[in-house]
């Protein structure tokens, strides 16, 4: 699609004045941003994480609000309270940092079961209820959450539901000697984010947003999806197999794949390049899997490898 590939370059360009040298890493975070999704980013410390969700929300003119999560922490905390109001008489809600486009959930795992499920409705059905009462979450609206995979002291590893929440996961990974040395010399005098500007407005967004549901997909791309959906199901490697809204997840990125790449129609490498980050974190690995050291990405590279790639024509005409 024309008009969503330059702003998708232009996107990307602005936050890589910040992020270096993780094109795809940025890429998957526009990906999840265009689906109306949510991203888990997962990495070691200290490699861009918090930054690069600084660096969206500035780049979109959006509102942003961070979260530290903590042992301590309530779920009034995330969705706000009702306090009595003694002049007027009467409950006035106080929102908390949910409201809010862009919200970065520092160290999810961080938290109790009891503050993570607070996000639960506000990520799916994008709105918090609070005794007895609901109210609407802005538009856009994106949970960028990070969390260690290497330090589990402490933590409270994330349920399957949750986990299923998130559109895709993301790993930054560290950066290689030249892109460190640029790092350096770019973060010398002052950061840049310091001076990012937001180059994307919001009805812009909102527009292109709508656009990407518009992006053809033919059966036979319908049916190879489902068919790579369902072979993680019978996995005999994999616990629990990739659910329903997996599928629309795949859907919905492989979509956006095609339209950054300027095309109107889906192709199956659209879908194979976002299968691991939208299924690996949906799936359980089954424990001798797990004594055999497979993990959940490398499962599904196999099952992308062995699942035939269907023939026929992708394009628009294809339907007619």
Do not use: W
Request: hydrophobic share 40%; aromatic share 6%.
């Amino acid at each position: 699609m024309p008009e969503i590939q330059p702003f998708c370059s232009k996107l990307i360009k602005n936050l890589e004045k910040v992020i270096i040298g993780k094109r795809e890493s940025v890429e998957l975070i526009i990906v999840g941003l265009l689906c109306q999704g949510h991203v888990l980013i997962e990495d070691v410390p200290g490699v861009g994480k918090t930054v690069l969700a600084r660096s969206l929300a500035k780049s979109l003119g959006c509102s942003f609000n961070r979260l530290q999560f903590t042992p301590d922490m309530l779920p009034s905390d995330v969705t706000g309270v009702s306090i009595y109001d003694q002049k007027k008489g009467v409950f006035e809600f106080r929102s908390g940092p949910i409201f809010s486009q862009i919200v970065l959930v520092d160290e999810i795992n961080r938290a109790t079961p009891k503050t993570q499920a607070a996000l639960l409705e506000a990520m799916e059905e994008r709105q918090v209820t609070v005794d007895g009462k609901t109210y609407p979450l802005p538009k856009p609206f994106m949970v960028l959450a990070t969390q260690n995979p290497i330090e589990y002291e402490g933590t409270f590893p994330l349920p399957e539901a949750q986990l299923d929440r998130f559109l895709l996961r993301v790993r930054l990974g560290y950066p290689n000697t030249a892109d460190e040395i640029e790092i350096l010399d770019r973060q010398q005098l002052q950061h840049p984010i310091d001076i990012l500007k937001h180059v994307i407005e919001e009805n812009e967004l909102l527009g292109v947003m709508e656009e990407i549901k518009k992006i053809f997909v033919s059966i036979s791309i319908k049916r190879y999806l489902v068919d790579l959906i369902n072979r993680t199901r019978q996995n005999n490697d994999l616990y629990l197999g990739a659910s329903p809204r997996g599928s629309l997840a795949l859907y919905r990125t492989s979509q956006v794949t095609a339209a950054m790449a300027g095309r109107d129609y889906v192709l199956p490498d659209d879908i194979k390049k976002r299968a691991v980050p939208v299924l690996a974190h949906r799936v359980i690995v089954g424990m001798e899997a797990r004594l055999k050291e497979l993990s959940s990405e490398k499962i599904i590279k196999e099952i992308l490898e062995s699942t035939p790639v269907p023939g026929g024509d992708y394009t628009p005409s294809a339907k007619k």
